[in-house]
């Protein structure tokens, strides 16, 4: 199936497609709702998706859609987008591919071939990105873990601090706060980022702000 909505462009791919002689078009569609119906409707086993269609995202839509009810069909990314967030967003839906028109027909034809055997054919710059986003997401799945672990091993008075420092309070207004000398507050402000392995207590409140941690202080 194809979903492509300039009218031009999708006969060109469905005429591809019908003279290749080892595959044929079971459906095309203007829309991401209209390709939805269509996949869901009837059998397939690949889907040529555009992206841009009556949204900005709609074929990232449609194949999220598409994959839940239907996840034995592999859906391949045929858009004009090459920025790394789209990307990103295409390939987290459940995608197996991603190409950016203004290929030769045969290139697309080989990269259907191997969607359609399960093989991986992703273009070197779009493997880089989606490694790219693997390695950071891994490297904040050990941070989050990192920062839970340390969390959980707080004194009372350093979760209370860093309740405060979540609120934007500085040194002398927090020693204010608790009643105690600023000398004390500093100490435990040091203790604290030995814990957590930073030079200053922004980089505390940043992290766990990025995290969404914020909640384990109220």
Do not use: W
């Not at 860093?162 to 600023?182: D, F, M, S, T």
């Amino acid at each position: 199936m194809i979903a492509e909505d300039i009218p031009l462009l999708r006969e060109d791919f469905c005429d591809i497609v019908s003279r290749s002689g080892d595959m044929e078009v079971a459906g095309s569609a203007l829309t991401g709702q209209e390709i939805t119906r269509l996949a869901l409707g009837r059998d397939c086993d690949v889907i040529l998706m555009d992206i841009e269609m009556e949204t900005m995202n709609a074929g990232i839509t449609a194949a999220e859609a598409i994959h839940q009810k239907k996840p034995e069909i592999k859906i391949l990314f045929l858009t004009a987008h090459e920025t790394e967030e789209i990307i990103i967003s295409a390939m987290a839906s459940g995608a197996v591919d991603y190409i950016v028109k203004g290929c030769e027909d045969e290139v697309l034809l080989d990269h259907i071939r191997k969607a359609y055997r399960g093989e991986t054919a992703l273009d070197q710059h779009i493997q880089q990105v989606v490694m790219r986003e693997y390695s950071r997401l891994r490297q904040s799945e050990r941070s989050l873990i990192f920062f839970i672990s340390n969390v959980a091993r707080l004194t009372p008075a350093e979760r209370e601090l860093v309740r405060l420092l979540l609120k934007g309070l500085k040194v002398q207004e927090i020693a204010k706060e608790r009643c105690v000398e600023v000398v004390t507050v500093k100490t435990q402000i040091k203790g604290l980022l030995g814990k957590f392995g930073c030079t200053r207590t922004r980089e505390i409140v940043a992290m766990l702000r990025q995290m969404g941690l914020e909640h384990l202080f109220q």
